[in-house]
């Protein structure tokens, strides 16, 4: 199987779908590389060091889709709706696509993807099981956010982190709340700690008071009922918007009491649910900071606004977007991983002609055979579910 690699297209995307370091790895399923030139640069990895690695160099981005049997993208239409579309005329039939493609989000741009008949693989719906965890990209880059979001606010916040003991007298350490205990939370929560802030963490998944513990912070407990908070797949539920109220109300006193802010809820296919009002910023110290990492879902501040940075009340209120691609080498080599992971998963499954019957398969496969087969992209595109599965389904021959 030849394995296609692109420049991202996204405007300010400086990450690369895969890094010269997962090409063994490709070797080894029998995949070899093709790469558009200066594809990894911007992430620290030149042409020079893919060919080192056995991966050829392609001229132009066409040439890598009319050659590849797959082509792997960071964001692919879907997740890039500014300059995505443009790959569409370059997909062919049965040719596969990797990436992260926000079908939830952009159900109407995966019906596009399946008008090529191209077989789509979104990296964000990869199942939360022990034999994916290799896979799953969306928790890899919510490690990278997680700890940027930190030091974003560091920079931002007129004070340091930690307590410092000097000749001129101690300076006390600044108190950070991080809502949301994911992998994003959970990342953020222990840099917060390595800086020296005194840290506290909430979620409303009963499950997530022990990790937060066990990072060394506090947990903040509210009189909420949260038995159903979390459904099958670890995710967050959505609340009605009584619950919201009420926890807006029990969290008011916390973020008072906070110089920092960070917030991480999202509820995949939703809009953010708004946490903190503008009574709540108004009520933080003069030179609090929000970070708000839901930004690109509508914000769990209701004063964010996406890609800019509010002041209001002396409080920054920060709404960063694609904060993953700003720590690209890194960004990229974790991405790398998990995706040559996934490669290697089809290829085994599809020779062994086991495809859908596998759970990963299965539930990441968006569209095929020039349908959109995924379920719950189907029911956001208002589309009865399919009768039979997907075409080829059992036969292997991705």
Do not use: W
Request: a neutral charge.
């Amino acid at each position: 199987m030849r394995v296609g690699v692109v420049k991202e297209a996204f405007p300010g995307e400086r990450r690369v779908a895969l890094v010269p370091g997962v090409i063994p790895t490709l070797a080894k399923a029998d995949c070899d590389l093709l790469i558009e030139a200066e594809a990894g640069a911007e992430a620290g990895y030149p042409d020079a060091l893919y060919a080192e690695h056995g991966a050829r160099i392609a001229a132009a981005r066409a040439e890598v889709f009319a050659q590849a049997d797959a082509v792997i993208q960071v964001l692919g239409y879907g997740a890039n709706l500014a300059t995505g579309q443009a790959d569409l005329p370059l997909l062919r039939r049965d040719q596969i696509l990797i990436g992260f493609l926000d079908p939830l989000a952009a159900p109407a741009a995966i019906r596009e993807v399946a008008a090529t008949g191209a077989a789509a693989f979104a990296m964000e719906l990869m199942p939360r099981i022990t034999r994916a965890q290799s896979m799953d990209a969306l928790s890899a880059m919510a490690t990278v956010i997680g700890y940027k979001a930190v030091l974003m606010a560091a920079a931002a916040l007129p004070r340091m982190f930690p307590m410092l003991m000097t000749a001129a007298g101690t300076v006390t350490p600044a108190r950070a709340l991080i809502i949301g205990a994911g992998v994003m939370g959970l990342q953020a929560i222990a840099t917060a700690r390595r800086l020296g802030a005194v840290v506290s963490g909430y979620d409303i998944r009963p499950a997530a008071k022990e990790q937060i513990l066990s990072m060394g912070a506090r947990f903040v407990e509210l009189p909420l009922e949260t038995s159903a908070a979390q459904d099958e797949r670890g995710y967050a539920r959505v609340q009605d918007e009584g619950f919201y109220r009420r926890q807006r109300e029990l969290l008011g006193r916390v973020v008072a009491e906070s110089d920092v802010v960070i917030t991480t809820a999202v509820v995949p296919g939703s809009k953010a649910p708004v946490l903190i009002t503008a009574e709540m910023v108004a009520g933080m110290p003069p030179g609090s900071v929000v970070v708000d990492l839901a930004a690109e879902r509508g914000g769990n501040c209701e004063l964010t606004r996406a890609g800019e940075t509010v002041m209001s009340h002396g409080v920054s209120i920060l709404g960063p977007v694609n904060l993953a691609s700003t720590v690209p080498y890194h960004a990229s080599q974790l991405y790398a991983r998990t995706a040559a992971a996934f490669l290697v998963h089809l290829a085994k499954t599809g020779r062994s002609g086991r495809n859908l019957e596998d759970e990963i398969t299965r539930e990441t496969l968006v569209t095929h055979g020039g349908e959109v087969v995924q379920p719950r992209v189907r029911r956001a595109l208002g589309l009865d579910p399919l009768a039979t599965d997907p075409p080829g389904a059992g036969q292997g021959g991705f």
